[in-house]
């Protein structure tokens, strides 16, 4: 089992709605949890962070976070064709330990004009 | 906003040769890391270093080694390249005290 799941999609929403991205993570003692926007050949963009239970919110994004559940979750409204990217999921380990990013496979998102 | 710089931007070798890449944080940042990333895959860990010493290590090969110099630049080098190791190599940096990493444009690395 992959430290770091996300459904792989693709998922694909019309311009203008909500676009749900989903992650779960393996280690409980996990700190840190970050999204990532990544265009095709291109590097990844650190798009929301949070280290807290519940809401984050930042212009379009809303990054949500249920340590009890083990999930992760970014929502993006109001979604644009630029936002068409995979996002990747990437969480730190535990307090103390090393401070690498795990990521997850990735999201692919296509929004439709 | 200045950004994590990384030279070269691509890169062609062949088999067994060596090469070596470039990392430039972002001014301040304290913390280096390099990750790679195969073709449709995830970026895998290599290797981390904070204040100039090595911090972490991740599924590097012993091929590679890595360091940070004084001025806080890091360079990645590769020997007896073989064809796996064509990828995406990025270079990303946090700052001092703080988990969020950044990460620079990548060196492409293609090993004929």
């Known amino acids: 089992q992959k430290e770091v799941e996300q459904n792989s999609g693709p998922l694909s929403v019309p311009e203008g709605a909500i676009a749900s991205l989903n992650c779960t993570y393996s280690d409980r003692g996990s700190q840190s949890f970050f999204w990532y926007r990544q265009y095709s050949g291109k590097s990844p963009e650190l798009i929301m962070f949070?280290?807290?239970?519940g809401d984050k919110e930042d212009g379009r994004f809303t990054a949500q976070l249920n340590k009890a559940s083990q999930y992760v979750s970014l929502l993006i409204r109001d979604s644009q064709p630029s936002d068409s990217a995979t996002y990747l999921c990437?969480?730190?380990?535990?307090?103390?330990?090393?401070?690498?990013?795990?990521f997850g496979s990735g999201t692919q998102l296509t929004v439709l004009p | 906003a200045a950004g994590v710089i990384q030279s070269p931007r691509h890169l062609i070798k062949e088999k067994r040769e060596t090469a070596t890449l470039k990392c430039y944080p972002i001014p301040r940042h304290d913390t280096v890391y390099w990750y790679q990333q195969g073709p449709g895959q995830d970026p895998q860990f290599l290797i981390s270093f904070y204040e100039k010493m090595q911090s972490d290590k991740g599924s590097i090969p012993d091929r590679f080694s890595a360091q940070q110099f004084s001025d806080y630049h890091s360079e990645l080098n590769m020997s007896s390249l073989e064809l796996g190791d064509s990828a995406l190599y990025f270079c990303?940096?946090?700052?001092?005290?703080?988990?969020?990493?950044?990460f620079g444009p990548g060196t492409r690395l293609t090993v004929l």
């Open positions: 990303a940096s946090s700052p001092r005290g703080n988990n969020e990493q950044f």
């Open positions: 990437a969480v730190i380990g535990p307090s103390g330990s090393a401070r690498q990013l795990t």
């Open positions: 949070i280290y807290s239970n």
